[in-house]
Structure formats: C-alpha cells, structure tokens
C-alpha cells in the first residue's frame, strides 16, 4: 500500500421515517430519496464514493432507489437500530446479549439482502452502541469492514462507550472493541477531534467528529480534519483515512441548501489537508478500502 494514499469515504446512515422509527428520521420517503440521490450525486461530481447504511426496513421501502445508486457506485451496507426492526426491542444494540445481538444482525443482513438482491458486508451500529462482542457477531454473519466506533464518545445509556478506543483504521480484536487485533474486519473509525480521543472534557458525553450536520462545522471542522491527518502522518497508520458521515434527513439536492453547503466545504477543507500533508486523496467505499489494506 501506498504511504502517501489517504483514503476517503463519505457514508450515510439511511433511517426509516420519522413516524416509524423511536430513534429518529427524515420526515418522510420522498425527503429520504432526496437525501441519498442528492447525497450521491453531489459527491460523484467532485470524484467521491459514497458508503449508505440501510435500516433494513428503509431497503425494503426503497429498494429500486438504491438499486439505482449502487449502480451509480454507492456501496450499500447495514445500519440498525434495535428500536426500528419491528421485533419489540427499546434498547440500543450495545445494551443487548451477545446472543440477542447475534440474531438481530442476521435479521436485519437477511432483510437487506432480499430487499436489494446483495449481502452486505459494511456495518454501523445506531449511535454507535456496541459491545466487545459485536465485532466477532459481525465476523461470523460474513461482515468484512464497517464503521462501528466513534472514538471518544462516551455515553453509557446508548451503550456507546468508546474512550481509548483505536483513532483510526485497524482490524478489530476479538477480545476489546477497543483495541486493534487480528480479525479480519476492517475497523473505519467515524473521524473525531484528537483532543476527544480519550473523551470528551467533561468526562461524559459526545465528540466532535465529521457529521455534517453538526452545528458549526465549516468553522471547526478544517482545524479538526488538519489535525486528524497530522497525526496520522506522525503515527504512519496504514490504511490513512477519513470517514465523513451524515443522514437521510436533509435535503443534498438542493445546491444552494445549507446541506450541500457543508458538503462542499469540507470536502474542499480535506482536499487542502491532503495537500498540506503531501498525501494522495483516493475516494473510496469502506469495502474499497478494505480491499486495499488486504
């Protein structure tokens, strides 16, 4: 692999609609398809490669959209919420016993594959909730790579615990979700701010990482992704990377929206940190990626 490569991939979390999903979404499908078709459109054109997380229930209400985007190169694999799979669950993924997690993700990798007709081998968990036996659940159902952690992020009632947690790209442990090991699974940590690795300041609660809806982040996200590729480049991690994320719920359609606003712009701000750090922007899907890194 090249050491002067820095991999992007930008990645949707696609809910079901707001009505039918505890959790949260688009306030309908019509706003969910603007989503992802603009989503991928708009970063097509500037040469990137999208990654949709697909509630299951969403790829069975939209499937001949999504169709048409993996036509268009976008990669489509799992998103789950336990909440939204009709099965009775109100509690997060990470909240769950090994076996219970096992059988929802089968579920759900079931759905999605009948719904679109492909298996997906890409997986995020909702808000990150997972425990250290999600990753070998996922190895076992024939997932290959996903973007389970939000390093920093410490919020123990979504089961969403992640201080300490490996910053970037590495194959996952067996034994620690937090830890790098030997599984052949592909860890792509959502990027966050150095300074929130260990945890955010106050001791509880959320990082700040590249979602693009989060307020402010034409101001602070340049500065976060300069120091996230810096030190990168100090620590030689291999694969490097970038993982931007968002959600089905605004409108990249709309060109002149404040959506595709934060799109351009920290697209441009990671093209000039590639350039600053003499590094090699290569767009690619999370399952790109993983065929890279070997």
């Not at 985007?69 to 694999?77: I, M, N, S, T």
């Not at 920093?152 to 201080?163: I, K, M």
């Not at 860890?187 to 590249?210: K, Q, Y």
Request: glycine share 10%; with cysteine.
């Amino acid at each position: 692999m090249e050491t002067n490569t820095l991999f992007v991939t930008w990645s949707m979390d696609c809910e079901s609609i707001d009505e039918e999903s505890p959790t949260g979404g688009p306030d309908g499908w019509d706003l969910s398809e603007r989503a992802m078709r603009g989503y991928v459109a708009a970063l097509a054109e500037r040469g990137h490669r999208v990654t949709l997380f697909l509630i299951p229930r969403l790829a069975e209400v939209q499937a001949d959209v999504l169709l048409g985007l993996r036509d268009a190169g976008a990669e489509l694999g799992m998103h789950l919420h336990p909440q939204t799979t009709d099965l009775g669950y109100d509690r997060h993924l990470g909240e769950l016993p090994a076996g219970e997690q096992y059988r929802l993700l089968r579920s759900g990798r079931d759905r999605i594959q009948a719904a679109v007709r492909e298996t997906p081998t890409s997986f995020r968990p909702g808000c990150f909730s997972a425990t250290d036996e999600t990753f070998p659940a996922l190895v076992r159902l024939g997932f290959t790579q996903g973007s389970v952690s939000l390093p920093g992020r410490v919020l123990p009632d979504l089961a969403a615990v992640w201080s300490n947690a490996v910053p970037f790209a590495h194959w996952a442990s067996r034994q620690s979700r937090l830890e790098a090991g030997s599984l052949p699974f592909l860890e792509l940590p959502v990027t966050a701010a150095p300074g929130d690795f260990a945890g955010p300041a106050a001791g509880t609660g959320d990082v700040r990482h590249l979602r693009l809806e989060r307020d402010g982040i034409l101001d602070w996200g340049p500065d976060l992704i300069r120091r996230n590729v810096a030190l990168q480049v100090q620590r030689d991690v291999q694969p490097k990377s970038l993982v931007v994320m968002t959600h089905n719920t605004r409108d990249y359609g709309d060109p002149q929206g404040p959506a595709r606003r934060s799109l351009e712009g920290i697209a441009d701000a990671i093209e000039q940190a590639a350039q600053e750090a003499d590094l090699r922007v290569k767009a690619a899907t999370l399952s790109e990626i993983r065929k890279a890194a070997g």
